[in-house]
């Protein structure tokens, strides 16, 4: 079971706010999401790990300096002597910072200087590689929308390189860091100095790092790699303890994507752990329904077979809808045809099923509906693929029905519920009542 967490008051916080994260990534993609709306700003927070493993999103706080942020439950406070002050129960896992737009260098290119904006400064790296440091990696937010961050390997070259990054004795900046800040000594050159000591990586591209996964010494060849190799774990939202609440998570996302036109079909995966009531839902791709399959979202083994997160299995596949086009509607019940699984999608997610009986198929309807579809009854999903089976125009024989009126949307809608658990687990207008579609005990199907 996640515990809860306190604050450093020891006070319990919302429930609601206080999200746990199955990785250090992921906890970090949710606090970078929320600085959108003051991107360009002095930031720092942190990642903190608590005695089940998971990762939770917090805030910096100092004596009489910043205020606790409202939206994180959490707080580190730091002292005046430089110590932490961090909840019970927690460990510090990462730093999180981001940082005010940097002056152009009196030496500086302008390449180098957008390299150096959207870069670690050396006193954040200098912190990471100490041998005195307080956490072992960090995470920067770069105001064009880049998460990326810096894990150190405690090498001999880490040492050294710590040792020219660090302050004088007297708190003033060394040779390097002066040289640095005005250009003499190229951001390229501090890139590749920290590529070589620890170990870089993209989490979320932006403008400068295009690509996800590690950062190498060739990184400026290989942000032109087209279609790049997945290298790694896929974004995930928040936990749950039940599927239904991932499903709102992933359905409020692909809400906020298709605000942004043109409008897509975006596509995710919920997984659940192999032992424990852990939910959480990928975070949605822009992905054709038709052409997702994990390989589009996670990276391969040396076998070339997609890898999902330890201790976790695929519990239902997502996606959203396409609009229907107008000379692709039926002259009845056009809302209820417009807010269900298309057939064309459902024979997708039959075939799906019948590889993988356990799997659900969850859908978000465009006025704002959650759905849900599971069947173990693999005869009748078959039988049910044969009739939604494409014809030699490429049209399906229960669409073209539905067009010509010779079956109605609830009739569809009726066939579906009959061969497995058909369910809304959130309501709109045209799916008023949250719980179970039965179908009529007799179904009339009209060939045409």
């Not at 994260?21 to 700003?41: M, P």
């Not at 990462?94 to 006193?123: C, W």
């Not at 078959?382 to 609830?410: F, N, W, Y």
Request: charged residues 20%; neutral net charge.
């Amino acid at each position: 079971m996640i515990s809860i967490p306190t604050e450093v008051a020891n006070t319990a916080p919302d429930p609601v706010l206080n999200r746990a994260f199955i990785t250090a990534n992921d906890a970090a993609a949710h606090l970078h999401e929320s600085l959108k709306d003051r991107r360009n700003s002095e930031y720092a927070g942190f990642i903190l790990k608590n005695q089940d493993g998971y990762f939770f999103p917090s805030t910096e706080i100092t004596d009489g300096g910043f205020a606790k942020d409202p939206n994180l439950p959490l707080a580190v406070l730091l002292k005046p002597d430089g110590k932490f002050v961090v909840p019970d129960g927690y460990t510090v896992a990462a730093r999180f910072i981001s940082h005010v737009d940097v002056m152009k260098g009196t030496e500086e290119n302008l390449v180098e200087r957008i390299q150096r904006k959207y870069f670690f400064t050396i006193p954040d790296l200098f912190a990471v590689m100490t041998h005195r440091r307080k956490f072992s990696s960090c995470y920067f937010s770069g105001s064009d929308g880049c998460l990326i961050s810096y894990v150190s390997r405690n090498s001999e070259f880490e040492q050294e390189l710590s040792s020219q990054l660090s302050k004088a004795i007297d708190g003033t900046s060394k040779t390097f860091e002066r040289l640095y800040a005005r250009g003499a000594i190229p951001s390229s050159i501090l890139i590749l100095l920290a590529v070589a000591a620890g170990e870089v990586t993209a989490v979320i591209p932006g403008d400068l790092w295009r690509r996800r996964g590690r950062v190498n010494a060739s990184w400026r060849k290989e942000i032109l790699q087209q279609n790049p190799p997945i290298e790694l774990m896929p974004v995930c939202g928040p936990i749950f303890k039940d599927a239904k609440g991932a499903a709102h998570y992933a359905h409020t996302q692909m809400a906020e994507f298709r605000k942004k036109p043109p409008v897509k079909q975006y596509s995710g995966v919920i997984l659940k752990h192999k032992t424990k009531d852990v939910f959480v839902a990928t975070e949605p791709v822009d992905s054709d329904y038709a052409n997702f399959s994990r390989e589009t979202l996670f990276p391969k083994d040396h076998n070339g077979k997609p890898q999902i997160p330890a201790d976790f299995r695929i519990y239902g596949i997502y996606h959203s809808m396409n609009p229907v086009p107008d000379n692709r509607l039926p002259s009845v019940e056009v809302e209820l045809y417009k807010n269900f699984f298309s057939p064309s999608d459902m024979r997708i997610g039959l075939d799906r099923i019948a590889v993988a009986p356990n799997q659900r198929l969850f859908l978000s309807t465009l006025d704002g509906a959650v759905l849900r579809f599971a069947s173990t009854e693999i005869s009748k999903v078959t039988e049910l693929l044969a009739k939604l089976a494409c014809q030699a125009d490429g049209r399906h024989d229960i669409e073209q029905q539905i067009i010509d009126g010779v079956m109605s949307p609830q009739q569809f809608v009726d066939l579906v519920a009959a061969v497995g658990t058909l369910s809304v687990l959130y309501s709109s207008k045209t799916w008023p009542s949250i719980g179970q579609v039965h179908a009529p005990v007799a179904t009339v199907i009209v060939e045409a």
